[in-house]
């Protein structure tokens, strides 16, 4: 099984993406993880390591190698922005593909309790970042985050808990056509 889950930051994709593996024995593949690891290695905070990213593009090609390898092996929970994109332009067609969204107001809010950092400091970032990731994404890939029709479930993550939203994705795993 592969399963994709993608979402701005703050919409809650880690930690369904965590539940989600565990409940199904699959594997959690975060895209985020590794650029932060990319980051940290670099010895930049992620708006430099974004900026950077976007006069180097082989820094978004490496993150996308390395989820196809994974996604190739199956029995996968793939997390990142592009990972339906990127399995789709590959080839490899996942089993469900999950887009989370949530108003900006309530992903600073998350964000910066996650982070413990003042909301308007971690808005600020947030925006910074997606501009950031929208330019390189539609510069390397010609893909517009926007563009949802690819995905199979697109949930609103305020609307519920993360109880809630766990269950929705549950429910949709768990009713797929075999």
């Known amino acids: ?40 290695e670099m ?7 974004s900026k950077y990213a976007e006069q180097h593009k ?4 490496e993150i996308d190698r390395r989820q196809v ?5 199956g029995n996968v929970v793939l ?14 067609k996942p089993d469900l593909t999950i887009w989370f969204k949530a108003p900006l107001e309530v992903r600073a809010e998350r964000i910066s309790k996650r982070e413990s950092v003042d909301k308007e400091i971690a ?9 950031s990731e929208k330019k390189r994404y539609k510069e390397i ?9 690819i995905y199979d479930l697109v949930i609103d993550t305020s609307k ?13 795993i768990d009713n797929l056509k075999r």
């Open 1 to 40: 099984m592969i399963i994709t889950i993608g979402g701005l930051p703050g919409t809650g994709t880690t930690t369904i993406a965590k539940m989600i593996a565990e409940k199904y024995n699959l594997r959690h593949v975060c895209a985020g993880f590794i650029f932060r690891e990319m980051a940290k």
């Open 58 to 61: 082989e820094v978004d090609e």
């Open 160 to 172: 519920w808990d993360v109880e809630g939203v766990f269950n929705i994705v549950s429910s949709a």
């Open 43 to 49: 010895g930049m905070d992620l708006q430099e390591f």
């Open 79 to 92: 997390e990142g922005r592009l990972a339906a994109w990127m399995l789709l332009k590959n080839g490899i």
């Open 123 to 131: 808005l600020k970032k947030m925006v910074e970042r997606e501009a």
């Open 141 to 149: 890939y010609n893909i517009d985050l926007d563009d949802l029709s």
């Open 69 to 73: 390898e994974i996604a190739k092996q």
